[in-house]
């Protein structure tokens, strides 16, 4: 039976994503699998966060009722607070606000920004989730084929000066997740920050700084961010918990200009009315126990270990020179390029052995809504090395090795 109303153009533009389609087949028994973006569940500090349950039975009526759309006070105030080191600044309240999941950040500022058929700018490879979320809203991409530390600045300027010669005007927004990137667990070198800040400046292009992973950092410094450098102007910089508490609270956030925070409040009113109250007050008071920084230490060494073991297994199993990649310093994942390989066929084969990664096409505009050069996915593979425990990711390794031979 076929639905008999007509759709919108939006929905008639929604494809399902190939990701979740993916997973399907990754469920099944005795599946390995390095396919999800998926914190450990073995490291989620349940007894610390069941603590929290506490505040029901204090402030029971309030938690239960309609909050605020910007948040509720108490996670803003301990938000605040923690992010000042690395917003070089405490934002103040009206420059922060609460969203269900940083994947609500890209829609919410999407929304805010673009109108169908505007161009944004992201990196390739980047997060499908902010693909998908832009895709929805009718934006089109420009791609800036990136490198082990992360945009190449001449590449990103050139992409800038075609988009205004080709369009007439500038892009909408720059999308970059700057720290262990998704998919590619790259981080944007540090003397590219300034530069690319300079660029988006000259040009007018306001910035998305996607971070939910800067936390996660096992080795190395760790580097400023755009919002820091930029001193706050023209960057929205969003957090989440996801990756350092459990994504199944669904609290995260974005910081950026009053004027532009009061915009993406507005437009959050009529999307949800605000994030789930009893999820933040049971955050906020996760963090107000301190148990934050203490859980941050236990799973970057706890991550720092299933990163070196994934290492490890893929020096000793993937045939030479069929395969290279870069160690990451933290994150989820490890970015593997396969010369002469369509990892499409790849994942095929590899599940029938028993182990699902994602295939690289996931992470890259299609060419039809790629604005300038696409760039072919087929030759790329993302192993999330976080959710399998230790003797998963050998034996994983070793049958993605069978696959590719
Ligand atoms: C780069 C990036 N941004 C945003 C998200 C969405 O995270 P959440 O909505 O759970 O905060 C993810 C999840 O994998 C991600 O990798």
Request: overall charge neutral.
């Amino acid at each position: 039976v076929t639905f008999p109303y007509a759709l919108s153009g939006s929905a008639l533009r929604i494809r399902p994503s190939p990701i979740r389609e993916l997973f399907a087949m990754t469920r099944r028994p005795g599946m390995i699998s390095f396919a999800g973006g998926w914190p450990d569940p073995a490291i989620f500090p349940v007894a610390e966060f069941a603590e929290g349950v506490e505040v029901l039975s204090r402030l029971g009526p309030e938690v239960l009722q309609y909050g605020a759309t910007e948040g509720y006070a108490p996670l803003v105030e301990e938000l605040c607070r923690w992010l000042t080191p690395r917003l070089g600044r405490t934002p103040a309240p009206a420059e922060l606000v609460v969203t269900t999941g940083s994947q609500q950040v890209v829609d919410l500022l999407g929304r805010v920004l673009i109108d169908p058929g505007d161009v944004v700018v992201v990196e390739a490879p980047t997060y499908p989730g902010a693909l998908h979320t832009l895709r929805n809203l009718g934006a089109r991409f420009a791609v800036v084929p990136c490198d082990g530390g992360g945009m190449p600045v001449d590449r990103l300027a050139e992409v800038l000066e075609r988009c205004r010669s080709e369009q007439g005007r500038p892009p909408k927004l720059i999308y970059t997740i700057v720290n262990f990137a998704n998919p590619s667990g790259a981080c944007l070198a540090a003397d590219r920050r300034p530069a690319v800040l300079d660029l988006a400046r000259r040009h007018g292009v306001p910035v998305l700084e996607d971070d939910p992973y800067g936390e996660l950092r096992f080795r190395g410094e760790a580097l400023p961010s755009l919002y820091s450098l930029a001193g706050g102007e023209g960057v929205v910089w969003a957090g989440s918990f996801s990756k350092v508490l459990a994504p199944g609270v669904r609290v995260a956030w974005a910081v950026g200009e009053a004027e532009i925070i009061r915009s993406v409040v507005l437009v959050k009113q009529g999307v949800d009315l605000c994030t789930s109250v009893v999820s933040q007050a049971l955050t906020a008071e996760y963090c107000r126990r301190g148990h934050l920084e203490r859980h941050l230490g236990k799973i970057r060494a706890h991550y720092a270990a299933k990163a070196a073991a994934m290492s490890a297994a893929l020096a000793a199993t993937l045939p030479p020179g069929r395969a290279a990649w870069q160690d990451p310093d933290g994150g989820f994942f490890f970015w593997l390029r396969l010369p002469e390989c369509d990892s499409r066929v790849l994942f095929r084969r590899a599940v029938e052995r028993g182990v699902a990664f994602l295939p690289g096409a996931a992470f890259f505009p299609d060419p039809a809504e790629t604005v300038g050069a696409p760039v072919d996915g087929a030759p790329f593979a993302r192993l999330c090395f976080t959710f399998a425990t230790p003797d998963e990711i050998v034996e994983g390794c070793r049958r993605l090795a069978a696959a590719l031979s």
